[in-house]
């Protein structure tokens, strides 16, 4: 009996720590497609600001980040699936979306460009009978289907793809977000290419999504309200941006 005893009492505790562990990591599901918020750098490691801010907030909340990387396409579905805890990957917070996750407060706030070629005279208020790209389930797709009447919308799987099309001629113009259109305009990819007109402000906030009902929401707001005060946001921010994008 004595001998049982002490098995189970080993059991159990091990039982306990396994627990333990496995409460203390988070699994983040991210795109890695996605300079300069996520992409797999030269060493194959998934890198960028929402890389960044997901360590500071489990650094923030002591628990371990661990990556995900999957598809833009089905990356709701691989929450909703438990292939991982939380969406890190310049996500808008839409109607829409709520209706399948919850949302954090948000981490940043954006804005959307039209890029085109230098010099080009295509701008927003002319892109009705053009041929223009965005990236598929993002709020740049969903503003050229619901806002600009008569482009000639084309869809792609990730943003890479659409600047690759810009690139070769095969569009006229690229609808994306601003701080990732800079990023590509500035890489040796992008030359010969800028933004046209303004910036696009639609009121497009960015956060992270978590599974229903899933009490890590309120871990995460009291972490992204920590990081904000204890200057760590700020130092992410300025390794990316001269700007606060937040």
């Known amino acids: ?19 333990a562990s ?47 990387i999957n598809d833009w396409d089905t990356i709701i579905t691989g929450l909703q699936q438990n292939k991982y805890d939380a969406i890190v990957a310049s996500m808008s917070i839409t109607a829409e979306r709520k209706k399948a996750v919850d949302f954090t ?30 990236q598929r389930a993002t709020i740049s797709a969903q503003y050229l289907e619901d806002s600009v009447p008569g482009a000639k919308v084309k869809l792609y799987d990730t943003q ?15 609808v994306a977000d601003t701080l990732p259109s800079a990023d590509w305009i500035g890489s040796d990819a992008g030359k010969g290419f800028a933004i046209s007109g303004d910036a696009i402000d639609i009121g497009d906030k960015i956060g992270i999504a978590i599974r229903k009902g899933d009490g890590l929401k309120g871990k995460l707001n009291k972490a992204i ?6 200057g760590r946001y700020k130092a992410i921010n300025d390794k990316y941006f001269t700007v606060d994008i937040y």
């Open 1 to 19: 009996m004595k001998i049982k005893s002490i098995l189970f009492a080993a059991v159990a505790a091990m039982t306990i720590s396994s627990a």
């Open 160 to 174: 890479e793809n659409a600047w690759l099309d810009l690139a070769a001629g095969r569009v006229d113009a690229i």
């Open 105 to 134: 407060d948000r981490y940043y706030s954006n804005t959307l460009s039209v890029v085109t070629k230098a010099g080009s005279s295509t701008n927003i208020g002319n892109l009705s009978g053009k041929n223009v790209g965005a």
């Open 22 to 68: 496995a409460a203390e990591k988070v699994r983040i599901g991210t795109e890695g497609a996605y300079p300069p918020f996520n992409q797999i750098d030269a060493s194959g490691r998934v890198a960028g600001f929402d890389v960044d801010i997901a360590k500071a907030l489990c650094q923030q909340m002591k628990v371990e980040c661990v990556f995900v």
């Open 225 to 230: 309200a920590a990081i904000r005060k204890n």
